[in-house]
């Protein structure tokens, strides 16, 4: 088989330069032990991976992810966002436990009606006049 060459791939990956980080990177896993998709011919690896790539082998897009997660130094994770806890003030040095805090619940007709109840406050003489 005749050498692959840049123009052989340049139809799957637009970019030259793209394409040698590619093909370099995919020279690397194969040095590293990742097994190769096409005969080897006695080829040496980046014109194995130029021709994995020419051949359509391994996608260029795959390629492109794995490249950027090597790359990466801090890999994002999705994770729940940790529930939100009301700060309740440490009363360790008091020595008070839990069980001396009483909450009050109050339902919004209780609350109305607490607001009904209340008196106006008295008009003074400066506001009269």
Do not use: Y
Not at 99 to 119: C, F, K, N, P, Y
Request: with cysteine; hydrophobic share 35%.
């Amino acid at each position: 088989m005749a050498r692959v060459t840049v123009e052989d791939c340049i139809d799957k990956v637009d970019n030259r330069f793209e394409l040698v980080l590619l093909a370099g990177h995919r020279a690397r896993q194969i040095s590293s032990g990742q097994p190769i998709t096409i005969d080897r011919d006695n080829d040496k690896n980046p014109v194995v991976a130029l021709r994995e790539i020419a051949d359509e082998t391994i996608s260029p897009e795959d390629l492109k992810e794995d490249l950027i997660h090597s790359l990466q130094k801090f890999t994002e994770v999705d994770e729940p966002e940790p529930e939100t806890v009301p700060l309740i003030a440490s009363s360790v040095e008091g020595g008070a436990d839990d069980s001396d805090i009483m909450l009050d619940r109050m339902t919004e007709e209780e609350l109305l009606a607490g607001l009904q109840g209340l008196v106006p406050p008295e008009p003074s003489d400066d506001e009269e006049g």
